[in-house]
Structures are given as structure tokens and as C-alpha cells.
């Protein structure tokens, strides 16, 4: 047996050693609620086996239950399910089965602006750590990517990979700390024949050495069914077969149902299954009794060993032993780098990432210089105006609206679909949360100096302002602040909602923090109402207009009249700060304000992210009486 694991890693042999992992579950039910309908029911005690060294497929018609089934088993989806499942023979430990299993979703997203090899060292120095040499992570990504038939591509941009290099480097990232288990969601679909064997003569090359994978599939042709070490069938939520693909010929021979000659075995049970000729299906889910036998042909039908240890799929266990795991424990799965290297990897890739995207930056430059010249042209030579005054106010607000929807659109826009990829790699325990949001928003900062900068620099002169190095700089910080604000905005919108929600939403919630930044400035302010007073409080912008007003108006000189002008009133800059009611205010004290709603939105933002990717039972309480009224405004309509 040692021997034969030997040989079997043998192809991979910079790869960290695993431990062979077996995989039962038995009564696995799920059920998700369809407001006053009651609850639907998607897997009905179902069962079931996955051995290590095979290449397993779940098959079945579409709705019958197959992803969601890769999801429980996965861990990556355990609300409302109930049932047991067993790893090696004990009780399943959630935390510890995610450390050791990988899973790759349908979505195959990759990491943009890099090349397979780059993007395959940054997944080594994550999953690795830095104690592996580099000429180590080397040859490991060399063998897997040789495996994988990817050495061709290894310089290629992960952006212009075709569809079934995708699929294979998605395989490729996963592999790197050599995990025993591997789950894949219709790791063949929008392929080709030819990159579908591909794809499953690989896989099945991966589960030869001694993995256990598992996928579902969408119909198979008879040449990939028979490739298939074991295939697993389901049909309204129950087992109708389990046992190696052609075998299933005999089964239904033996339930006097006749497969046609040369018919595809795969579409053919699938057809039974959608009931196209009669139904069978009870009668297929107890020759199986539900999953917990095994058809062979060569004997009767092989039964499963009772579970153990009763589990359910939260991984709350009623009756578990300090020593289990004992054997997979040994081995280090997560986090193989630090936080500090984490953060580092992640921020150096998004910068990179950032760098290459040319077209992108140039785009931005541009606009901050076309939107700086035309503001600044608008209110061309007004700072120093005694007649201008209010028009300067206007240039101020104007800025502030710049930098708040400048910054936060681009996050609106991209974020969403950020957030599916830190889905995958965060599931896969890449890499602590915390690191990757606070690379996240260190790696913006320097962007948003340069592109702020530009746009200051060219309304700044062409307004012509004081030219004061002190109030220069007040007056780039504010903006800078304000447009860090606005784009912590933006992911507190996006962290949660979809591409065209975020885009609606984000634009909208902006308004009132625009009307409540100037609204009763002057005269009218005692006459405003308690509750509008309080919600000016809430707007970052009032503190940002509020610091430029007291950065670049106060202890000013008296401005001069034009002489076209029979009369300026506010020629006394410090007058009319009082007049706006602002002769109060304290710029630093905004500044520290500003930062601390910086700290409260980011906070928001990684809440809210974290709760996506992983809710607490509040969070999950909250989704499900969000179901409940969507369910219920459906049946009102």
C-alpha cells in the first residue's frame, strides 16, 4: 500500500504529503422556505459514499438537487440542512474538513492582469508560506502546470486563456498545498468534447494519486460516463443509482427497464429519470434504498457501513473524541503565511494588478484633467474676486461633489464581481479576511493622491486661490479625505448588493448627503426642525465643506472690489464666514471627524463583507425574513 501511494504521488513530488480522505453522509435533508407555501424540500435523506484514489460524478436532471448537495458537502452551504456525515470513519469537524478540501465553483473567475505563472506564485506564497524556498514553490507550480497540460500558457495573461484553460487553472490554484479532497461544480460546462475529456482525464489523473474528487456534471457523453471511477445519480432529491457509469445498463435490466443498443447510458437514466418512459423512480430509489448501497455487477448490492458517530452538518457533534482528526490534524492546511505576509502578497498584487491595467488609469488621468480644466475654467481667477465670494463657495461644493463620485463609481461597478472571487479564494482559506480588506484599502490610497493631485493642482491655479503652501495643502487633505469617504462608500453599497443595484443605490444615497451639506447655512438655521439638525450631523460632506470654508477663508485679507462692481458685500471673507454660520468650526476638528467616519465606513464595509461570505445567525434570521417578504410581495402580485 505504501508503495502503491508512493507511485502515486510520484508525478507531484514537491507537493506537500495528505492523508487519504473517505467520504459518507447519510439522511441528508434540505430544505429551503417558499413563504407561505411552507418549505421546499430539495434532498430527502439522502446517502451516499466518495472514496479516496476516485474520480466520482453527480449526476442527475437540472433542479434535481446536484449543486446543492456539492454545496453541504463542501460545508459551503449548511443552513437548513440536517443529516450526518462521516470522514474516515468519525464525525465530520466543519472547521477542519474546510481545511482540508478545496472547492471550485462553476464561475471559474480568475485573479485579471496576470499570467498563469504570476498568478500561480502568488496562490504558492499564500498557501505555502514564506519558509518554502521560492526554487521549491518553482518546481511545484512547473509540475502542476505540466500536469495540467498549462506549461504553454504560463506567460499568457489569465485574460485571454480560453475557456478550458480557465477551467484548468482554476484546478491548477487548488492544487498548490495539495489537498485530499477536491469538489468541483460542473467543471465542463461552456467546453467543448475535446476539452471536456480533457478536463475529466485530468481530474481523474488527480484522483489517482490519491485524492478524493468529486463533481457534478451536466450529461455526459457516453465516453466521459465511462470514464467516471464511480457516479452518483439523483433525482428529486433522492439516490436513484450509485455504482461505475455502464454498470448502469445492468441496473436498469435488472428494474425491467431496457437501455436502447447504442444509446448513451448517461442520457438515457437521465431520461428515466425525468419520467419519459413511466415513472420508475420509486422503484430505482429502494433497489438502492436511497443511496445507501452501492450497485455492482458482479455481486449484489453493497451496503455501507452505519455511521459512527451521529453529526449534524453545521458540524455541532453529539458524541466526538479529542483524537479525531488526529492523523489529518498532523498535516497544516490553512494559512500557511502570516498576516503581515498576507497582507504584503495581496497589496503587491493589487498593485500590479492596477499598473497593467493602462487603459484604465490613462482613462482616469484624463478625466481628472478634463473635469479640473473645465472646473477651473467655470470659475476662472475667482478666488481673489470681492464680487465673486459666493461663486467661490459654489467652487468649493463643486470640488466636493467631484470627489465624491469620481472615487466611488469605479467600486460600484467592480466590486460585485471582486466579491465573487474572494468568495472562492476566501472559502479555500487563501488567506485571512482582514488582510485582504486591509490591502484592499491601503492599495487605493496612492491612486487616489495622484489622480487628487492632478485635479487640485489644475482647479487650484486656474481659480486662482491663495497661493499659500499651508492652505494648499488643508485644501488637497480635505478633498483627498473626502474621496477616501466616498469610496468606502462604495464598498459599504457593493460589499452587499449586485452590479446593477450597487449602481443604482450608490448614486442615490449620495443626494441626501449633498442636500444636507449646505442646507441652512446662514440666517436660517434656528428655524430648521430637530430631526433635520441631527441628520446633518450625518453628512461627511457638511465637515468637509466646513473645513474648506475655514482652510481657505479665514484670517484672510480684505478682498479688493472690481471697479465694474458698484458694491461687494462679502470683499470681508471672515464676515461671511459668519454669515454662513461657520465661524465656530475648528479644521482640524473636521478633519478628525472626517477620519472617523473613514474608520466607521470601513468598518461597515468589511461587516458586511464578512457577513457575506460567512453570516451569523443574525445575518441569517434577517435573509430568511427577507425570503419570507419576497415570497409573500410575490404571491400579493
Known amino acids: 500500500m505504501a508503495m502503491e501511494m508512493q507511485s502515486r504521488d510520484s508525478s507531484l513530488r514537491c507537493l506537500p504529503k495528505r ?209 467516471f471511477d464511480s457516479v452518483y445519480i439523483i433525482s428529486e432529491g433522492q439516490c436513484v443509482y450509485q455504482g461505475y457509469g455502464p454498470e448502469v445498463v445492468g441496473y436498469l435490466s435488472d428494474l425491467d427497464i431496457e437501455c436502447p443498443r447504442h444509446y448513451n447510458p448517461a442520457d438515457f437514466i437521465i431520461e428515466v429519470c425525468c419520467k419519459e418512459y413511466g415513472d420508475y423512480h420509486d422503484r430505482m430509489v429502494s433497489a438502492i434504498d436511497n443511496g445507501r448501497n452501492c450497485y455492482s455487477s458482479n455481486a449484489a448490492a453493497l451496503t455501507m457501513e452505519p455511521p459512527i458517530v451521529p453529526v449534524d452538518l453545521k458540524g455541532s457533534i453529539s458524541s466526538i473524541k479529542e483524537e479525531v482528526y488526529a492523523d489529518l490534524s498532523s498535516s497544516s492546511f490553512e494559512h500557511e503565511s502570516n498576516w503581515t505576509t498576507q497582507f504584503w502578497i495581496l497589496i503587491s498584487r ?38 465673486r465670494t459666493l461663486f467661490n463657495f459654489g467652487f468649493y461644493f463643486c470640488c466636493l461633489i467631484f470627489f465624491m463620485y469620481i472615487p466611488m463609481m469605479p467600486v460600484l461597478l467592480q466590486f460585485p464581481t471582486e466579491v465573487q472571487l474572494v468568495k472562492r479564494e476566501h472559502f479555500n482559506k487563501w488567506y485571512r479576511l482582514s488582510a485582504y480588506f486591509t490591502a484592499l484599502s491601503f492599495s487605493t490610497i496612492p491612486v487616489q493622491i495622484v489622480l487628487g493631485s492632478i485635479y487640485v493642482l489644475f482647479v487650484y491655479f486656474l481659480t486662482n486661490q491663495p497661493l499659500e503652501l499651508d492652505r494648499l495643502f488643508m485644501f488637497f487633505l480635505i478633498c483627498i479625505l473626502t474621496a477616501i469617504i466616498s469610496e468606502s462608500l462604495g464598498l459599504l453599497v457593493a460589499a452587499q448588493l449586485t452590479v446593477v443595484n450597487a449602481m443604482f443605490i450608490g448614486p442615490v444615497i449620495s443626494v441626501p448627503f449633498m442636500l444636507l451639506a449646505v442646507y441652512g447655512f446662514g440666517s436660517g438655521y434656528d428655524t430648521i426642525p430637530p430631526l433635520i439638525k441631527i441628520a446633518m450631523y450625518f453628512s461627511y ?51 478628525a471627524v472626517l477620519c472617523f467616519i473613514i474608520v466607521l465606513f470601513k468598518g461597515g464595509s468589511y461587516y458586511l463583507l464578512r457577513q457575506r461570505l460567512r453570516p451569523n445567525k443574525t445575518f441569517i434570521a434577517l435573509q430568511y425574513i427577507g425570503r419570507l417578504v419576497k415570497s409573500h410581495l410575490g404571491l400579493a402580485r
Not at 458694491?567 to 465661524?583: A, S
Open 19 to 227: 492523508p487519504a480522505v473517505d467520504i459518507e453522509f447519510h439522511d441528508v435533508t434540505y430544505t429551503v422556505p417558499q413563504g407561505r407555501k411552507g418549505s421546499k424540500v430539495i434532498l430527502r435523506s439522502i446517502n451516499g459514499q466518495f472514496r479516496s484514489g476516485q474520480l466520482t460524478a453527480i449526476l442527475g436532471p437540472s433542479g434535481a438537487g446536484k449543486s446543492t448537495l456539492l454545496n453541504i458537502i463542501a460545508g459551503y452551504k449548511c443552513q437548513g440542512a440536517t443529516g450526518q456525515i462521516i470522514v474516515n470513519g468519525e464525525s465530520r469537524n466543519l472547521k477542519q474538513f474546510r481545511k482540508m478540501s478545496r472547492y471550485i465553483m462553476q464561475n471559474d473567475l480568475v485573479q485579471p492582469m496576470l499570467s498563469v505563472e504570476e498568478a500561480m506564485m502568488v496562490a504558492a506564497d499564500l498557501k505555502l508560506g514564506i519558509n518554502v524556498p521560492k526554487s521549491d514553490k518553482k518546481k511545484a507550480i512547473d509540475e502542476i502546470l505540466k500536469l495540467l497540460r498549462l506549461e504553454k500558457a504560463s506567460t499568457t495573461s489569465t485574460n485571454k486563456l480560453s475557456g478550458g484553460e480557465r477551467k484548468r487553472l482554476s484546478v491548477a490554484l487548488e492544487l498548490l498545498n495539495n489537498p485530499p479532497v477536491l469538489l468541483l461544480d460542473e467543471p465542463t460546462t461552456g467546453l467543448d468534447d475535446m476539452s471536456c475529456s480533457q478536463c475529466i482525464s485530468l481530474l481523474k489523473t488527480i484522483a489517482e494519486e490519491g485524492r478524493t474528487v468529486i463533481c457534478s456534471i451536466h450529461t455526459p457523453s457516453a465516453k466521459l460516463f465511462s470514464m
Open 541 to 591: 460632506l457638511r465637515y468637509s465643506l466646513e473645513g474648506l470654508i475655514h482652510a481657505m477663508l479665514t484670517d484672510r485679507q480684505k478682498l479688493d472690489c472690481p471697479e465694474t462692481e458698484e458694491y461687494c458685500i462679502y470683499t470681508d471673507l471672515n464676515f461671511f464666514v459668519k454669515e454662513m454660520g461657520m465661524e465656530h468650526t475648528k479644521f482640524w476638528m473636521d478633519v
Open 350 to 387: 493589487m498593485w500590479l494588478q492596477m499598473w497593467r491595467d493602462r487603459s484604465y488609469l490613462l482613462l482616469r488621468v484624463v478625466l481628472h484633467v478634463i473635469i479640473g480644466v473645465i472646473i477651473g475654467t467655470l470659475y476662472f481667477g475667482m478666488g481673489q474676486d470681492g464680487s
